[in-house]
């Protein structure tokens, strides 16, 4: 039986955003393969870490393109892009976690290339005048990562409403980033 390799990964993902100190065989068994058919997808747990890395990577990139985040007014493309970043969630949640993926120098390109499309998103939106100057844009890059991963913990744990997933999110980031009038 052939095995599907981004089925095992997303699996893998939903159990080890819950649970992540999970064993190897735990996450065969979530993924339904024996943990010798997962040894064989992957070499290990760091193995299987790089490979839930690569997906994360690929699908904020793919999710960035569907926001057309360079297009139109920056509050338009940030909810834009909360939306279409919300299926990506929970495996952000988990790789946000995982500290051996930012640090050294097998840190994965993928990130930089994500990094830079939002900060100028950001950028683009100060330079417009939507957005704050005193808040940098690589502060609004994180602040955003971070709110999408606190947003997907507390929408597994059942303290949230998946329907409020990119309201919560989006208001609370750029309702503390729009640009006011100076009284």
Not at 58 to 86: F, M, S
Not at 87 to 115: C, H, K, M, T, V
């Amino acid at each position: 039986m052939a095995v599907d390799r981004e089925q095992v990964l997303r699996a893998a993902a939903t159990l080890l955003m819950r649970k992540s100190t999970a064993t190897m065989d735990e996450v065969a068994r979530a993924a339904g393969i024996s943990r010798a058919t997962l040894n064989r997808q992957f070499a290990g747990r760091d193995a299987l870490v790089r490979a839930l890395e690569d997906l994360g990577i690929t699908e904020c990139e793919a999710a960035a393109a569907r926001a057309a985040v360079d297009d139109g007014p920056v509050a338009d493309a940030v909810r834009r892009l909360i939306r279409e970043l919300e299926p990506a969630a929970g495996l952000l949640a988990f790789l946000y976690s995982e500290n051996q993926l930012f640090e050294g120098e097998e840190q994965n390109a993928g990130w930089a290339r994500l990094d830079a499309r939002l900060v100028a998103l950001f950028r683009r939106g100060q330079e417009t005048g939507e957005l704050r100057i005193d808040l940098s844009p690589i502060w609004l890059t994180e602040a955003l990562y971070g709110l999408l991963v606190s947003a997907a913990w507390a929408i597994c744990e059942g303290r949230v409403a998946p329907k409020d997933f990119t309201t919560n999110i989006a208001e609370l980031l750029l309702g503390g980033a729009l640009r006011r009038e100076q009284k």
